[in-house]
């Protein structure tokens, strides 16, 4: 079964500590990746599309990586207003499916 | 540029009841998909409309959902009659015609919840 799997849940950080989120899939004919960030009370706002390992892509602080099996989202230095949760989804060659993973919630303290 | 629009934002109705969705996408996006997520769960797919014809229903989840896009502008999607797990947050989402896949615009989302 195709899955999109996503870790950590949830991730405190302090303002300034970097780290990374991972988006792990499983899908069969995957054409691509994209990372969304959604704020509460917000649909998901689209952040990268990856195709293919070794691709790599950068927003502000924000960095998105693609390997065989993964991806990561790597943020430098994050600020108070990085706090959002993050979604990675995986598209078909097939059709237009999106195929979520559940998300991981950022929590960046002053 | 309006963004994708979608209305009511909050809906609560009792099991039994209908519930019409409204989905403005943005200007000229032919590409226009609904989702729903609901609670503790992933996004999951429910269908795609280019302009008005349906290109792919596979995710509606049985015959008590009607979705409809007359005019290939706004669509709607009726849930007749509602479900205590049909709760959840319903997204609508457009893109371009060409290489619609790449990047979706997200509504904000109806939170949808059957009593």
Aim: aromatic residues 12%; neutral net charge; charged residues 25%.
């Amino acid at each position: 079964e195709d899955q999109v799997t996503q870790s950590p849940e949830a991730l405190r950080l302090q303002e300034g500590e970097s780290s990374s989120l991972n988006c792990s899939y499983t899908v069969s004919g995957l054409r691509g990746l994209f990372w969304y960030r959604q704020d509460p009370g917000k649909g998901p706002e689209f952040l990268f599309t990856l195709y293919s390992a070794g691709e790599e892509k950068e927003k502000e602080r924000l960095k998105a990586t693609l390997t065989k099996k993964e991806s990561f989202l790597h943020i430098t230095a994050p600020k108070p207003e990085d706090s959002a949760t993050y979604l990675c989804a995986g598209f078909l060659d097939s059709n237009y499916q999106l195929i979520w993973g559940a998300g991981t919630k950022l929590i960046i303290k002053p | 540029e309006a963004g994708v629009t979608q209305f009511p934002s909050h809906s609560v109705i009792e099991k039994g009841q209908t519930v019409t969705l409204r989905c403005d996408p943005i200007s000229g996006h032919d590409n226009l998909y609904w989702y729903r997520r609901v609670m503790g769960k992933e996004i999951k797919f429910l269908l795609h409309f280019v302009k008005e014809s349906k290109q792919d229903e596979s995710g509606m989840p049985n015959n008590r959902f009607l979705a409809e896009r007359t005019g290939g502008t706004y669509s709607t999607l009726k849930v007749q009659p509602a479900e205590l797990e049909d709760s959840g947050v319903y997204f609508c989402a457009s893109s371009p015609r060409d290489r619609g896949y790449e990047k979706l615009f997200f509504g904000s989302g109806t939170q949808l919840s059957v009593l």
